[in-house]
């Protein structure tokens, strides 16, 4: 996967929109994640704007963040994004997919019981000190 630098920095823009400074990929790690063998990205634009996103892991079989404008929220773009990626995840033949979300995070937690994630266990400290995480496993 070769997205543009261009496409990264607006990948980069969503995400500083969508999560705190400390939790946000910057460019650097975004590029890094692009570079890996097996990462999937699936985006979602809107009259040439990147309003939506989800990077994951096929290797690891883990779905890396979900990221939607805010500006577009509340549209079922997010439930396209994690259609469109548990589906080709899917015909990779994988056992299981995993996701990590904030405890907090109501409706990314929401979007994962809807696609049949459930929560393995709570990550203590995960975002730093006092802001945990559940682990939620998709069964394939």
């Known amino acids: 996967m070769n997205p543009g630098s261009l496409q990264i920095e607006l990948m980069c823009e969503l995400e500083r929109l969508c999560y705190p400074e400390t939790l946000a990929y910057d460019t650097f790690m975004m ?17 040439g704007e990147l309003v939506g996103f989800q990077l994951s892991d096929r290797k690891r079989a883990t779905i890396i963040t979900i990221d939607v404008h805010p500006g577009y929220r509340r549209q079922g773009i997010a439930s396209r994004l994690m259609h469109r990626s548990l589906q080709i995840l899917k015909a990779f033949h994988l056992k299981r997919i995993s996701s990590q979300v904030a405890v907090d995070n109501i409706s990314s937690l929401m979007l994962h019981f809807k696609f049949g994630f459930k929560i393995r266990q709570r990550l203590r400290n995960y975002y730093g000190f006092g802001n945990d995480a559940y682990l939620l496993v998709l069964e394939l």
């Open 31 to 47: 590029r890094e994640f692009l570079r890996e063998p097996g990462m999937l990205l699936v985006c979602e634009w809107h009259r």
